[in-house]
């Protein structure tokens, strides 16, 4: 097994090799999974996904590859298991990573301008950089988002599934419905279960169709 050491530099090769990685392992889905997984989000109907534009295909496909956990655990981790021969050392090493990748919720807190935001995750308090070269140009500080990140010791990287928090996603029911049942004692640590993420980001990822907001997500190219 090859060592691997990244660091912020490899930014564009990560993000490059991750793109291609969720395009092999949703490929690797069967016809019961988009299935499911519409009907996960509200986006099942007569027999059909429901989706219509770039967005929302986007974050179909995000939640299919992270928040999707049949057997519990989700679809990157399935690839590393039954795939694995389709995939270089690289690719094994980052779906590894993506096989670990939690459920956050965070503020962007700093940013350099360049590539770098410092952000707060709201549950646990805890500090983190995160490498995103057109977010740390453009980003608005202070603002809440959601979605899978994945660690590379030291910094972490967005999936791609990135939905802005507002205050209307906040008050959906499903989503209050898991925030009014999250005890204190169990608050900080609440998303580093990956079911507990799983619960999280489903009911987020569907009341952001539910309210047509997938516009306000995203992760543009580099």
Sequence with gaps: MADFTFTPADYPEIRHRMMDLHSKIFRKLTKDDIKTCGKHLG???QKTLMVKKENEMD???DYAIYGYRPNDFNMAEKFLRLFSKEADEYELELLRRMSQAPYAIYRLDETNRKDTIKAENIFSK???QIIDYNMAKATSLGVVLAGYLVDF???SIQTGGTVFLSKEILQVEQVKRIIDRID????SHFLSKPAN???MAKAIFSATFQLDKTTNF???PI
């Design 43 to 45: 986006i099942w109907h």
């Design 126 to 128: 805890a500090t983190f």
């Design 184 to 187: 204190d004692n169990e608050l």
């Design 218 to 220: 995203g992760h543009r």
């Design 59 to 61: 974050l179909f496909t």
């Design 197 to 199: 993420g799983a619960k």
């Design 153 to 155: 010791d030291g910094f």
